[in-house]
């Protein structure tokens, strides 16, 4: 449906290109009417307000053409809102100027506003006033931000989190001492969801329940589970979490090899580990032709089991059943086939996860785990010099199930504890007010053009759209030991992988996850 919808828009453009030739010209001629003074205005409810006042055309060969323009659109002056206005003049030429005006109508308060301060790493991702702005929808969304600050008599200020609280444990102390000391840092908090239970087991952060039935009612139930910490929700996210991770390739090397896209085969259903290892081994017989310095897989080992324990049926941390199942069948199934790719020699020897290792940079790897927000980092992988392929991670042959991808440290909001219940009330509206918020399809459809922006492959684009909301969510890095900990699961899983040793392995650090989920978990 996809390939057919963007085929359509195509035909659609190319015919309103054609239509247009005969009023807007072509190439770099210029209309020879312009309209001037309908620039966009604010104006108090109840104000008076002229269309036309101020709001002139001139014509390179009739002068003054004011009396020309139409205007069409409606304000109400009475009620609060965005409205536009679009005018529109014929010239001398036969062709038709058009400006469209936007008319925000505020409600005049008689008492300063009240400040709702959203905290956040990177504030000119998400406030649509900042210059460098480089979020989606800016217009609109200034637009809703303008209507709910008239609305509700309040001022959205974005602001930077302070270098004290730069990222990780700093930002958590620095959030749980301002918020316990009764200053909070902002009203809305930019966090991770692996930092809930910190926050919340610090009091620094409140839960939103008792509003999801009025101002929260939009937050999907997917998002509810990614936010809930002991049966309550603290946070909240826009929309429901998407899969970020998978299998990028170097579809360059891909094609000179000569061996199959693994998008393809994940497209027809193949894309099981036998046909993974199949396909690792003809790419590793296909390099020996170009040099003896590139390998098949790239990246933290640990990273391929992390993801594929899920589609053999397992987890690693089983939050109902209150289980560390590091060592359960699926999982130790799950290393065992890695060892076996291990001891043919694909992977690399000290691959990296973030931004791949020399090897991968200069590619002379074929394929690597990372996340799709890779893609555009100028610090990851914005500047590689090939172009980029995706497929989902494989499933074992036994696997019936969907797919499933672990998700966890996503991006979410949580609200501040020492407000005052106003206060508190307020700011949780306010959020959910000034959010653009989706239907499914229309959450579908965004995706899909982010996508296409991202790969020039289809068979990758059409993998990545069948798996973008299949998430399950991961506990592993929220228990408060980090994976890469000298006790982290990451450090166990490779060397298990390596050594062969998995149930070893994974004993060693086993009772600290235990201890971890219990106090996480409440127990």
Known sequence: MKKIFSVLLLLVAMFALVACDNTEGNGNDKNSATITGAA???????????????????????????????????????TAGTYTLTYTVEGSDGKVTTVKRVVTVVQNHTTPP????????????????????????????????????????VK?????????????????????????????????????????????????????????????A????????????????????VNKPTVDVGLYFNIELVNDLGIENPAELYNNGEWTWSKFEAWSDAAKAALTSIGPDYKVLGGVRAVYAENMIPLNGGSLINALSGRVAFHQTAALETYSF???????????????????????????VVMHPGSFWFLNAENRWKNLAFDLGFVPYPSSDTYTGNYVSPIGGVAVYTLSSGLTPAKEALAFQVWNEIQMWKTDTEFSDEFYATLVQRFNDEASIDAYLSIFDKTT???????????????????????????????????????????????????
């Open 156 to 216: 959205v200020v974005y602001k930077a989190y302070p270098a004290a609280a730069a990222w990780g444990p700093d930002r958590i102390n620095e959030i749980i001492k301002a918020s316990v000391a009764g200053a909070p840092l902002a009203d809305i908090l930019w966090t991770t969801s692996d930092w809930t239970a910190q926050l919340a087991n610090a009091n620094a952060i409140v839960p939103v329940d008792k509003y999801l039935e009025s101002t929260g």
């Open 338 to 364: 890695l060892h076996g790719l291990y001891n043919k020699g694909l992977f690399e020897g000290s691959g990296t996860y973030d931004s791949g290792s020399p090897l991968w940079q200069s590619g002379k």
């Open 40 to 78: 966009d205005v604010t104006i108090n409810v109840g104000d008076e307000f002229d269309p036309m006042n101020n709001v002139k055309a001139e014509d390179t060969v009739d002068g003054n053409i004011t009396t020309r323009i139409q205007v069409s659109g409606t304000v109400l002056t009475n």
């Open 218 to 237: 939009n937050i999907t139930e997917e998002a509810q589970q990614l936010g809930r910490f002991k049966s309550q929700f603290y946070a909240f996210s």
């Open 473 to 523: 969510l991961d506990l592993t890095g929220a228990l408060g030991i980090s994976r890469f900990a000298a006790n982290g699961w990451y450090g166990a899983a490779n060397l298990a992988i390596a050594n062969g040793d998995a149930r070893g392995e994974m004993d060693k650090i086993r009772p600290a996850y235990e201890d971890a989920l219990a106090s996480y978990l409440g127990q």
């Open 114 to 153: 009240t400040e709702i301060v959203i905290m956040h790493g990177a504030p000119y991702e998400v406030d649509p006033f900042d210059a460098a702005y480089s979020g989606r929808e800016q217009q609109a969304r200034q637009n809703k931000q303008r209507e709910v600050e008239s609305r509700l008599n």
